[in-house]
């Protein structure tokens, strides 16, 4: 009995990842996006990766969809985050836009570093 369940472990731990502290936010994004199950998120986000365009989960003000960007404003971002990086070792949080803000997002290190980017129109 005790190596059937041994041999159980084995085969369940092949098909496992750990995510770390992020799995309140990964279980937020699952619910967000209305997926029933993890495998479903996980292929969403694979599949999502390698298309030219991307969601952005942040809905504009009024707004309750997510907004659809081209790969284009994504690597916008990058190029913001990596000029960052090369001073600081901080990463930069996502800041929730002002009220009245037409979707610029503020990201914002515990160092104090910010920067905006705008979220072009979908």
């Known amino acids: 009995r005790r190596q059937k369940r041994r041999?159980?472990?084995?085969?369940?731990?092949?098909?496992?990842?750990?995510i770390g502290g992020h799995l309140e936010r990964w279980c937020r994004l699952k619910e967000q996006l209305g997926f029933a199950l993890h495998s479903q998120l996980a292929q969403f986000l694979l599949d999502s990766r390698f298309s030219s365009i991307c969601l952005i989960f942040?809905?504009?003000?009024?707004?309750?969809?997510p907004n659809l960007l081209h790969t284009d404003a994504l690597q916008r971002l990058v190029v913001l985050s990596h000029g960052h990086g090369q001073e600081c070792g901080f990463i930069p949080d996502v800041k929730p836009?002002?009220?009245?803000?037409?979707s610029q997002l503020v990201w914002e290190c515990v160092a104090g570093h910010s920067f905006s980017w705008g979220?072009?129109?979908a």
């Open 97 to 102: 836009p002002a009220p009245g803000s037409t």
């Open 119 to 121: 979220v072009p129109a």
């Open 58 to 65: 942040v809905p504009s003000p009024g707004e309750s969809e």
């Open 7 to 18: 041999e159980l472990d084995a085969r369940r731990s092949k098909c496992r990842i750990r």
